[in-house]
C-alpha cells in the first residue's frame, strides 16, 4: 500500500529540493565569475586590485644617468616624493634602486589629493669605489630631477653629478726612498717653515706626506712604489722657508723667504730606486702689504711665512688716516641723529599720555 504523504511534508520538500538547486546554480556562477575575472586579470584588460594603477593612482618611472657621459647609472638609490602644495607632509616617500638598465619603477602614487594635483620629484645617489695597488679610488653620484605634475604614467630623469675620491695607504719602509739636500742661494741650510711631497698617478691616485728637513739641509723619505714606462707618476717637492727680509717696491713692501720647488716624472714600480737629489732654494716674495699714503707700512720679518702652495704674494692695501676716517664720520653723525630722533619720539608719546590722563580727569 503506497505511503501517504501530507502535504505540508511534500510542499516542503519540493521546496528543499528547488533551494538545492538555486544553491548549486549560485556555486556554478560564482566560479564562472572568478574564472573571468583572473581571465581578464592576466590577459591585461585591468590589474588585480590594490596593486595597479587605477583612475587615482599612478606610475612613476625614474631614470638616473651621468650627467657628463649620459650612461645609465645601475644600483643607484632612489627616493620618490610626492606633494601637494597645501600639505604639510609628503602624500607619498619610498625607495628603490635601478635596474641594469637605470630605470626603477613606482606604482600607487596618488594622482590627486582632494582637488588638488600632486607633484613628484626624485634624488638619486650612487657610490662605487676599487682598489688598485694600495689606493681606494671612489666615485660618488648624486642628483635630484625636476618637479613634475602627475599623470597616469609620468616619466622622470635625474641627471647625477659625479665626484672622485682617492685615499692611499702611505709608503711602507720597503718602498722607494727619496733622499736629498736643500740651501739657499748663499750655498747654507736654512730655517724651514714648510716642506712635503706629493704624489700623482695616471688613474687618479694621490698621496702627500710632510717632509723632515734637518739642520744640515739633508732629508730622507720614503715615496709610493708608482709609475711604469707607459704611465709614469709625477713626484713633486717643496721648500719653504722663514721670512729672513724685505724689500720695497714702490709703495708695497714685501717679505722675502727662500722658497723652491722641484717635480720629475718617475717610473718606480717594480723596485725601482731614486738618485738623491740636491736643491738650491731663492729668496722669493711670500707676503707684502702696500700704502696708498706713499709711507710704507712696517713688516714683521718674523712673521710665519705662508704655505708655499701660495705662489702668488698676497698684497694688502693699508688706507692713510684720512681714508679710514671718512666712513667714521658718516657713521657718528648717523648716529647722533639716531640719538636726537628717539628723543624726540619719547617726548611726543610722553605728551600723548598727559592728554589722555586729562582726558579720563575731566580736566
Do not use: N
Not at 619720539?345 to 580727569?361: F, N, Q, S, T
Amino acid at each position: 500500500m503506497p505511503l501517504a504523504i501530507p502535504r505540508a511534508l511534500a510542499r516542503r520538500t519540493r521546496s528543499v529540493a528547488r533551494s538545492g538547486r538555486a544553491i548549486r546554480h549560485s556555486r556554478a556562477l560564482v566560479t564562472l565569475a572568478a574564472t573571468v575575472a583572473l581571465a581578464l586579470g592576466g590577459s591585461g584588460f585591468g590589474a588585480p586590485i590594490g596593486l595597479g594603477a587605477d583612475a587615482t593612482s599612478a606610475r612613476v618611472v625614474v631614470t638616473v644617468v651621468d650627467d657628463e657621459t649620459r650612461e645609465a647609472l645601475p644600483g643607484a638609490a632612489v627616493s620618490l616624493t610626492a606633494f601637494v602644495d597645501s600639505a604639510a607632509h609628503p602624500v607619498f616617500d619610498a625607495t628603490a634602486r635601478t635596474s641594469d638598465d637605470g630605470t626603477v619603477t613606482f606604482d600607487g602614487v596618488p594622482r590627486a589629493v582632494g582637488d588638488a594635483g600632486v607633484s613628484v620629484i626624485a634624488s638619486a645617489s650612487l657610490d662605487e669605489s676599487h682598489t688598485v695597488d694600495g689606493c681606494t679610488i671612489g666615485h660618488a653620484w648624486t642628483g635630484d630631477s625636476e618637479p613634475k605634475q602627475v599623470t597616469a604614467t609620468t616619466a622622470l630623469v635625474v641627471d647625477a653629478s659625479r665626484e672622485d675620491r682617492t685615499s692611499c695607504d702611505p709608503p711602507g719602509t720597503d718602498a722607494p726612498a727619496l733622499r736629498g739636500t736643500v740651501v739657499g742661494e748663499d750655498g747654507l741650510p736654512f730655517a724651514v717653515h714648510d716642506a712635503g711631497v706629493s704624489m700623482h698617478r695616471a688613474d687618479g691616485g694621490e698621496w702627500a706626506g710632510p717632509l723632515e728637513v734637518a739642520a744640515d739641509g739633508s732629508f730622507a723619505i720614503h715615496v709610493e712604489p708608482w709609475g711604469t714606462t707607459d704611465e709614469p707618476a709625477d713626484l713633486s717637492v717643496h721648500v719653504l722657508g722663514v721670512v729672513v727680509a724685505s724689500e720695497a717696491d714702490g709703495d708695497c713692501t714685501y717679505d722675502l723667504a727662500p722658497d723652491v720647488e722641484w717635480s720629475v716624472e718617475v717610473q718606480l714600480a717594480g723596485g725601482r730606486q731614486l738618485e738623491p737629489i740636491a736643491l738650491a732654494a731663492t729668496l722669493t716674495r711670500v707676503s707684502g702689504v702696500c700704502s696708498t699714503s706713499g709711507t710704507p707700512a712696517p713688516t714683521s720679518p718674523t712673521r710665519p711665512a705662508p704655505s708655499a702652495a701660495h705662489h702668488s704674494p698676497a698684497v694688502v692695501p693699508t688706507l692713510p688716516p684720512t681714508d679710514r676716517l671718512g666712513r667714521g664720520d658718516v657713521a657718528g653723525g648717523g648716529g647722533l641723529a639716531a640719538t636726537l630722533a628717539l628723543l624726540a619720539v619719547g617726548g611726543a608719546l610722553a605728551l600723548i599720555a598727559g592728554r589722555r590722563r586729562d582726558r579720563r580727569d575731566g580736566r
